[in-house]
C-alpha cells in the first residue's frame, strides 16, 4: 500500500500545467532539466496528445523578478534544440 501511494505522488509530481499563448491551460509531464551552454532547458511531454506521443517540447527557463515563479520560453534555434535533444 506505501509503495502504492509513493508511485501516485511520485506521478503527480511529474506534471506541469502551462498556460498557452491564448491563456488555456496545457498538461505536460517533466522529463527532464537540461544544463546546455550555461541555460537551463526543460523537455515536457505533451500529457494530452496521443497522436504526437513521440514528440516532446524543449523549453528555456528564464528566471523572473520573483524568485519562486520561473518563465518558459519557446526555443525557435533548430540547432539549440537538436542539441539539447
Do not use: Q, R
Amino acid at each position: 500500500m506505501d509503495n502504492e501511494k509513493n508511485e501516485i505522488e511520485e506521478e503527480l509530481d511529474n506534471k506541469i500545467v502551462l498556460n498557452d499563448e491564448n491563456g488555456n491551460e496545457v498538461n505536460f509531464e517533466f522529463l527532464d532539466l537540461i544544463e546546455f551552454e550555461g541555460e537551463e532547458y526543460v523537455v515536457l511531454l505533451p500529457a494530452e496528445e496521443e497522436d504526437n506521443a513521440d514528440e516532446v517540447v524543449i523549453l528555456k527557463i528564464e528566471d523572473t523578478d520573483s524568485e519562486d515563479e520561473e518563465s518558459y520560453v519557446s526555443v525557435d534555434d533548430e540547432e539549440v534544440l537538436m542539441k539539447v535533444f
